[in-house]
């Protein structure tokens, strides 16, 4: 009976450091949590790596889009017959959206060997989850938005008499739509991310 | 040291029960856990009062879509001048997306309800939590597309060729852009409740 209360009390010591900072308890329960530390270690290397596959989604998908300009080889004096994503403003902004998520992706490395380093560290986690999200809406709105222009360059539409454009500069639909398939393997991943760090708070305590 | 032993063994014991089930510890250590889950259960209400928000604007934002139909008082023989979303297929898409999220976030009203009764049960925090992700995605993603068509139709693009619209078709636009703006609302909001999610996630014991 008094061994069972002295057990309470120590529990309760220990909740109550973890609120505090999050930090004393990894050392004070170390022995305890060898296991879950392991598992909490595990998906921030799997983490790591996802975080380098989303950044080579992502500069592929920026520099497929940045090199996209494809010249017919013949002009009038009036038309150019170049295309280029800097007629389109959705493209520009797919390409600055996703070059900004794989600059923010790179920076974000630091953080992630941080969480691999230490696995109890909550602080990193969170923060990475925040940028992780806020990068996931830009590059999602950013591949709708050229998804969106791509199938009307392939389709065109009849009612609001826009041609389909894809019939003249067919090289450059193709880097663009393979472009936009980049960005959403980038947005796959990025929900992969978003899980893992959730599913690593929860572990975390 | 046979109580300090004693305690350290209790400890072990909750952690474990904490792992394989996560509902043993809260009534275990109810009485030191007052505050925290006052805090989860404070989270959890404003989560529900942000997805009835969500909900608003989703629907707000699939109605003014599906209503935005505009016939001109004149037409000719081979022209029919009048626009619809059903003209566009990111405005169909859109409209799907969004009733699909207002769909989604009348189902999870009673998931969120069970998050208040029981804020130290990280299940349902957890399913809402993908779900919201999910949700979030494809909210975005509509919210791009329909985004770039709008612009398109606002604006024009000369070197596609393609005309502005909106000189004919003023008040399909306008009805267009109230329901882009009401879907960026929904995915601001979406975000909020990811964050709540994991922030609570992370409070839990």
Redesign the interface.
Known sequence: M???G???????D???RS?SKGKGPVMA?HH??EE?GGMVRGMAIIDLVLRIGAIVAALAAAATMGTSDQNLPFFTQFFQFE?SYD????FQFFLIAMSLVAGYLVLSLPFSVVCIVRPHA?GPR?LL??LD??A??LA??????????V???H?G?S?????A?CNQFGDFCRNVSGAVVASFVT?VTF?FL??L???A??K??
């Open positions: 008094k061994s069972g002295g057990g309470e009390s120590t529990t309760i220990i909740e109550a609120a329960v305890v949590k879950k295309a007629d389109m403003p959705s909550s969170l989850l925040i999200l806020v996931l809406t999602t709105s950013a591949a709708g938005a050229a998804t969106s222009i199938y009307l360059a389709n539409n009612s609001s008499n826009w041609l454009i947005v929900m978003i899980l760090s959730a599913l708070l929860r975390h305590h």
